[in-house]
């Protein structure tokens, strides 16, 4: 996809969304999923996924855990209740929000018919 000025906005939801899905994951991971999820059309940068988290974590929605892996420490991201929560609520809005874009983008009907007034 050209232009990321769509995801910008949806960040914040696609990374609720999965780590709702699963207990833990860590950063390199939620920006693989994406790019799996949407065939490669969708990346997220590490400049747009790591601030996401840094806030997520700071309003409460996210805790961290840190492991060390390969001889590296990796950090794993989890949602607190209030992040499940939210999560829920983020998720439910953008799918309606969708449905409306759907409708606003949809070809106008045909004007081909006439209208009969009686």
């Not at 207990?23 to 065939?39: A, C, F, P």
């Amino acid at each position: 996809m050209k232009s990321k000025e769509y995801i910008k906005g949806t960040i914040k939801t696609i990374v609720l969304k999965l780590l709702s899905e699963k207990d833990k994951m860590y950063g390199y991971e939620i920006s693989q999923r994406v790019k799996e999820l949407s065939s490669g059309e969708l990346e997220l940068t590490y400049g747009a996924l790591y601030p996401i988290l840094y806030k997520l974590e700071s309003d409460g929605l996210l805790v961290t855990e840190s492991e060390i892996v390969d001889g590296r420490v990796r950090k794993y991201y989890s949602l607190t209740p209030s992040g499940t929560e939210t999560a829920r609520e983020k998720v439910a809005e953008l799918g309606r929000f969708v449905e409306l874009l759907k409708t606003i983008l949809a070809p106008a009907p045909s004007s081909n018919f006439s209208v009969w007034h009686v």
